[in-house]
């Protein structure tokens, strides 16, 4: 019983939620927060995850990395949904052990950023270490949207996986293809719960947004599910891989503090207004 008054109190305090998503005359004293989650198509499970988030949690951006192995199958799920707010996820590093991604070019034509046998490099160090051509990287990043395009994705807006990129070529790829570039539309960071220990997850989430004041803020997420392609997953550089539980626990319980009622509850308390980069950009084109 106590379960079904849960899910029911949720299911409540979501409907509210997504008034709250909707477009809004916004004021100076507005709290308005972007949700994004990194890393659609990084494994079969990133799309589970991000379909909870978007469809039952406060997700309200989610970049797609195009170089990745589920690729594919991440833009057939955004063509469907198409009131998502899809961007991709510029993509030049690949920081699995044993789980390598090559560029969406051939890697000949690339050669600067990626190793002896054409993979991405597993870390930023490591790319700069090969010093990558400014116009290997241009081409490679402008092909990665291209990509996604072509295969039916409406791109809001672009952003930058794991470092590795020159802003300059962000910015104006982003010029190029009429999207903003997540980061560089006066957002502040609040921080994250990306490597709060599993359990703490939720608890850190809410006490961030509690403390959040009037303005323009951005919560970078990575989600996923606790499967076992995920749970394998370790980062090629020895200071990023997570002590206890692993990556897919991590993001698993991160995907459940967005769909959580304490997060819910708090955004609807505080009167959070939670906003797209879709919305951002139709503001920036009416100014």
């Known amino acids: 019983m106590r379960k079904v008054r849960r899910k029911v109190l949720s ?13 809004a005359v916004t004021g100076a004293q507005d709290i308005r927060l972007i949700i994004r989650g990194d890393d659609m198509g990084m494994t079969q499970g990133s799309l589970e995850a991000f379909e909870r988030a978007f469809n039952h949690g406060v997700l309200t951006c989610g970049a797609i990395q195009v170089p990745a192995p589920w690729f594919e199958a991440a833009a057939e799920l955004a063509v469907k949904n198409p009131g998502w707010c899809v961007g991709v996820h510029l993509t ?3 920081e699995w052990r044993g789980y390598r991604w090559r560029p969406v070019l051939p890697w000949d034509q690339v050669s600067s950023l990626v190793d002896e046998d ?26 990665q949207i291209e990509l996604a395009l072509k295969k039916g994705i409406n791109v809001q807006y672009i952003d930058n996986h794991y470092g590795g990129t020159d802003r300059e070529i962000i910015e104006k790829l982003g010029r190029e293809f009429d999207v903003p570039v997540s980061s560089m539309m006066g957002e502040t960071r609040p921080g994250s719960v990306y490597t709060t220990p599993v ?3 939720t608890e850190a989430a809410v006490k961030m947004l509690q403390e959040l004041e009037p303005g323009l803020w951005l919560w970078v997420c990575h989600i996923g599910i ?7 997953l370790i980062h090629s550089r020895p200071e ?11 993001r698993a319980a991160e995907m459940d503090v967005l769909t959580s009622i304490e997060v819910k509850s ?11 980069y879709r919305e951002l950009w139709e503001e920036e084109k009416k100014r």
């Open 92 to 94: 030049l590093i690949g």
């Open 226 to 232: 606790d499967s076992p392609e995920q749970n394998v």
């Open 266 to 276: 708090i955004i609807l308390k505080k009167g959070i207004k939670l906003v797209s």
């Open 199 to 201: 359990e703490e997850k």
């Open 11 to 23: 299911v409540f305090v979501f409907f509210c939620i997504t008034i709250l998503v909707m477009p």
């Open 118 to 143: 054409g993979f991405l490099f597993g870390y930023p160090a490591e790319l700069q270490a090969n010093n990558p051509k400014p116009d290997e990287v241009e081409a490679e990043l402008r092909a």
């Open 240 to 250: 990023d891989i997570f002590p206890g539980g692993g990556v897919g626990k991590h």
